[in-house]
């Protein structure tokens, strides 16, 4: 199973703009004018950048709709392989990779903004 590079290049830049653009909008008051209470306004305010249900809701069906446009999932692919075991491991493995650049994009615009 290989990805498609440019599906996954298009993915991963709509994914970053997607996710400064939505911390710049909604942190933008807590972030310019920063007060004792800014860091609990960021992780608690109902659709924060950093809020628990944005995280949970938001972000993972942005996530599975990046898997699902991301994965060439061929049957031909799939006939090919021997048995179940190495059809998990390779979906897996390349699943583990799109989180980690998920959660890395995620990461980087928090601390860049």
């Known amino acids: 199973m290989k990805f498609n590079r440019k599906s996954l290049l298009y993915s991963f830049l709509i994914l970053t703009i997607y996710l400064f653009i939505s911390y710049l909008t909604l942190n933008r008051a807590e972030i310019r004018n920063p007060n004792n209470l800014s860091l ?20 993972s069906v942005i996530f599975l709709l990046f898997i699902n446009f991301t994965l060439n999932r061929s049957p031909l692919f799939i006939v090919r392989l021997k048995n179940r075991n ?9 699943i583990t990779g799109i989180s ?7 990461a980087l615009i928090g601390i860049i903004s």
């Open 86 to 94: 190495s059809i998990i491991k390779i979906y897996f493995f390349k």
């Open 40 to 59: 609990i306004n960021i992780t608690t305010n109902p659709f924060a950048y950093y809020d628990l249900r944005t995280i949970t809701y938001v972000y």
């Open 100 to 106: 980690f650049g998920f959660v890395l994009i995620h």
